[in-house]
């Protein structure tokens, strides 16, 4: 069983940044790939960015340049760098992990980039 939780969500102006956190519960932080995916209004869920075991990135193509994942093993907490948001960044940002073939993830915290 692994718990995730997000903070770090806000109303920032376009142009602005963010830093999103995402704590997990499971001693095995640093061997599991941590994803962060978002949700805008009347849309589907899709993927933003994820980091490996090995600190390997990826990034969809629209957040490439702006948004950077990291992760701090010692404080299992995985991290999203938002910077040069846009208005269509607005949305649920939620944070994913695959653990023993289970599928987990957090509650989500909302990020509104409007001026």
């Known amino acids: 069983q692994v718990q995730l939780v997000e903070s770090g969500g806000g109303l920032v102006q376009p142009g602005g940044s963010l830093r999103l956190s995402c704590s997990a519960s499971t001693s095995i932080f640093s061997l599991i790939v941590k994803r962060w995916f978002r949700q805008a209004p009347g849309k589907q869920r899709e993927f933003v960015a994820r980091?490996?075991?090995?600190?390997?990135?990826d990034y969809a193509d629209s957040v490439k340049g702006r948004f950077a994942i990291s992760r701090d093993d010692a404080e299992r907490t995985v991290y999203l760098q938002m910077n040069s948001l846009k208005p269509e960044d607005t949305g649920v940002y939620y944070c994913?992990?695959?653990?023993?073939?289970?599928?987990?993830w957090g509650q989500g915290t909302q990020v509104t980039v409007s001026s």
């Open positions: 994913h992990t695959i653990l023993s073939s289970r599928v987990y």
């Open positions: 980091i490996t075991s090995d600190g390997n990135t």
